[in-house]
């Protein structure tokens, strides 16, 4: 039976600019810095102006951004631009998926920056533990600089592509910050 495929509901507008950079950022964090990480992402078509697909066999509409996985734990995260709103069709996967006890959101350009993105994929990076790590150990520490590594490679790896500009951003967000902090 070949895959069934979705379009765009009538007046549907195609993924931000904004969003679009966001999840090229995004993927290549996770795929540079945090692995054995796994993220997913499957990407609609124009296959004549205005006529978007994307094959999937199933109840595919409204299905999230990106499917993510670690040892610790999986995540689906849905990317919107800073004004963006879920669709109704997405709410309903993630209605259905937080109350089989998935772990569900959305994320926003500023959660990149603000960290929220990197702690959230640290924490599911290494398999959870039963017993608090050693004294004086701090995993967020330690996947923090993880993703400060990750961001720098980025910015040096391409610093012109989007997902290069967002990370050169957040480093320097980040030294203002640390700066800001001494004095």
Request: charged fraction near 30%; aromatic fraction near 4%; proline fraction near 10%.
């Amino acid at each position: 039976m070949p895959p069934k495929t979705r379009t765009r509901p009538p007046g549907a507008k195609p993924r931000s600019r904004e969003e679009a950079e966001q999840q090229e950022a995004v993927i290549e964090l996770i795929q540079t810095g945090f692995r054995p990480v796994r993220v997913a992402h499957f990407r609609p078509v124009e296959i004549r102006p205005g006529k978007w697909i994307t094959p999937v066999q199933g109840d595919g509409a409204g299905w999230l951004d990106l499917a993510i996985a670690g040892p610790g734990g999986q995540l689906f995260r849905e990317l919107k631009s800073s004004t963006g709103k879920v669709e109704p069709e997405q709410q309903v996967w993630m209605d259905l998926l937080a109350a089989g006890g998935a772990d569900v959101g959305v994320w926003r350009p500023g959660d990149l920056l603000s960290r929220r993105i990197g702690r959230e994929l640290a924490a599911i990076r290494r398999p959870r533990r039963t017993a608090p790590p050693p004294a004086g150990v701090s995993l967020v520490d330690v996947d923090l600089e993880a993703f400060q590594l990750a961001l720098e490679h980025i910015r040096e790896t391409d610093p012109t592509s989007p997902a290069g500009r967002i990370a050169t951003d957040a480093l320097r967000r980040q030294h203002a910050a640390k700066e800001a902090s001494r004095g």
